[in-house]
């Protein structure tokens, strides 16, 4: 963590109280407020939804100086400041300060201010940084390094918010107050709705984490192997298998996509929950192209993943996510993608939005994260842990204004004769 000089001087606190009044003002912190290193409240001691607590008289400096999103992530990271409450909030208000300092009018006069306050000595970094890969970006090697980066941290530490299913994606709710397990059942009962498993059929399941879905639809007799590039994924994945008795019915491989052999007994579905944010933009054909020659005619893949806007810039070079959370991982608008698979030869058939059931599903996540922060230390370290609730809370506030979505897009891959295999409406996905 940070090297703090806690005691500023009343230059400094003065300072810093003229930054938060040209930044925020206090008609800006309606939701948040402000505590300052000697504990005195900002713009009042009214209660607010969040309260960013500056730890030290640079704190400020070291958040906004940088003027970009990894420095201020960073500064939280480290422990310039701390947020106390719903960190949700502290979106909304990151949204209305990049709206009021758009232009160099506006920033020089801040930059002033804030090169006058006290610079920061950190302490040299340990346990996890940022990522740093090598070698060519999506080649299998370095895609087993970015999974390796985010999933094996500690599978005790995913279990702490994640639930009983350990489902590493968006739950299914039909009320926002629902138990977080039971939406995740919902969820993974919805795709092997969706896919229409009997008895019998093989699935495969390309990234399947921790095997929730494997699971799933051995558990209605289907024939279910799951690949994934995770160690520790696949180890726990077989062990719930084994708990199970599901016997020869399921399995999990460690194994790239590109690698699944293609010369046995074609799937009857395929299913990819999640996974094809990590494939990228170049590889996005050959990934709906090996699908298609792992699907028998007839079948049908489940696409589950999320989007960014048609008409979102590509993300800048210092960005919290590629640093610290996801490196590598890329977003495509929707219909790019569904573009692609046609190309490869699917057929769409259906298209749902789940933006709003992410949202509510990375409240529940963060909150549960939040509270079991002390047991969470017991298999990760504080940067760790503030790193996840700071990703989860601005993936919350991203589904929940709009800039994020997430689809399950079903494809089916008709016979030669045109013919899909599909019944002609949903009634049956619906059904109880």
């Known amino acids: 963590m940070a090297m703090k000089s806690v005691a500023g001087t009343e230059r400094d606190m003065t300072l810093s109280l003229e930054i938060l009044e040209r930044l925020i003002g206090s008609e800006g912190a309606r939701d948040v407020g402000v505590r300052l290193w000697d504990g005195r409240p900002w713009p009042d001691e009214a209660p607010r939804r969040a309260t960013l607590v500056l730890n030290h008289a640079g704190a400020l400096r070291s958040m906004f100086v940088g003027g970009d999103e990894r420095s201020l992530a960073e500064a939280y990271l480290y422990d310039d400041f701390d947020i106390e409450g719903d960190i949700e909030a502290v979106f909304g208000l990151a949204d209305r300060l990049s709206r009021s300092t758009d232009s160099w009018r506006t920033k020089l006069p801040v930059a002033d201010l804030l090169l006058r306050l006290p610079g920061l000595c950190r302490l040299p970094r340990t346990g996890r940084g940022p990522a740093r890969l090598q070698g060519r970006k999506h080649s299998e090697e370095r895609d087993r390094k970015a999974i390796s980066y985010h999933y094996d941290v500690s599978n005790d530490f995913y279990a702490l918010f994640l639930g009983a299913s350990m489902n590493y994606s968006c739950a299914y709710f039909q009320s926002p107050d629902d138990d977080l397990d039971a939406a995740q059942a919902r969820k993974l009962d919805l795709l092997c709705r969706?896919?229409?498993?009997?008895?019998?059929?093989?699935?495969?399941?390309?990234?399947?984490?921790?095997?929730?879905?494997?699971?799933?639809?051995?558990?209605?007799?289907?024939?279910?192997?799951?690949?994934?590039?995770?160690?520790p994924q696949a180890i726990l994945g077989q062990a719930r298998i084994r708990a199970e008795g599901l016997g020869d019915g399921a399995r999990i491989r460690i194994q790239d996509y590109r690698r699944i052999p293609e010369?046995?007994?074609?799937?009857?579905?395929?299913?990819?929950?999640?996974?094809?944010?990590?494939?990228?933009?170049?590889?996005?054909?050959?990934?709906?192209?090996?699908?298609?020659?792992?699907?028998?005619?007839?079948?049908?893949?489940?696409?589950?993943?999320?989007?960014?806007?048609?008409?979102?810039?590509?993300?800048?070079?210092?960005?919290f996510s590629s640093a610290y959370v996801f490196p590598d991982g890329e977003l495509v608008p929707i219909g790019e993608l569904i573009s692609v698979a046609e190309q490869a030869g699917f057929e769409v058939r259906d298209v749902e939005s789940l933006r709003e059931h992410y949202k509510l599903t990375l409240r529940q996540w963060v909150r549960r994260l939040e509270a079991r922060h002390d047991e969470a230390l017991s298999f990760v370290d504080e940067l760790t842990y503030r790193v996840w609730r700071l990703y989860m809370a601005a993936s919350a506030h991203a589904f929940d204004k709009g800039s994020r979505s997430v689809y399950q897009v079903l494809l089916s891959k008709p016979d030669g004769q045109g013919r899909s295999g599909l019944p002609l409406t949903r009634d049956d996905w619906y059904r109880t």
Request: one cysteine or more; proline letters at 8%.
């Open 194 to 231: 969706k896919l229409r498993l009997a008895p019998g059929q093989r699935l495969l399941d390309i990234g399947c984490g921790w095997g929730a879905l494997v699971l799933a639809a051995a558990r209605r007799g289907a024939d279910a192997t799951g690949v994934t590039l995770g160690e």
């Open 263 to 319: 010369d046995g007994v074609p799937y009857d579905a395929l299913a990819s929950v999640g996974m094809v944010e990590h494939v990228g933009r170049e590889n996005l054909p050959l990934y709906f192209r090996k699908a298609y020659r792992l699907l028998r005619p007839g079948g049908v893949f489940l696409n589950h993943g999320i989007a960014c806007p048609v008409n979102e810039a590509p993300p800048p070079k210092a960005d």
